[in-house]
């Protein structure tokens, strides 16, 4: 089924198409990873962000640190863990 006939998505590509380097850059993400992990600390919300292994991290390879976890669409974990 093809809902709305007239709408195409080249826009969008050309409108992404200049931030994808930076979006591909995995330093670029592990350094995002450690502001937000240093904002939200502040905050004082029992949230975990996996820290990064810099000395495993590239332009196209991020590494952290595993962190035990479930999905977000796993209720009973959900329930289990006491998140409301």
Request: hydrophobic letters at 40%.
């Given at each position: 089924?093809n ?14 198409a ?29 949230c ?14 991020l ?22």
């Amino acid at each position: 089924d093809n809902w709305f006939e007239d709408f195409t998505f080249g826009w969008i590509a050309d409108e992404i198409a200049p931030h994808l380097p930076k979006e591909l850059d995995f330093t670029r993400e592990a350094k995002n990873s450690e502001k937000a992990a240093a904002d939200i600390s502040k905050t004082g919300l029992p949230c975990v962000i996996p820290k990064v292994i810099w000395s495993r991290t590239a332009p196209r390879v991020l590494t952290m640190e595993f962190e035990e976890g479930f999905k977000a669409t796993d209720q009973a974990a959900i329930e289990n863990s006491g998140l409301n």
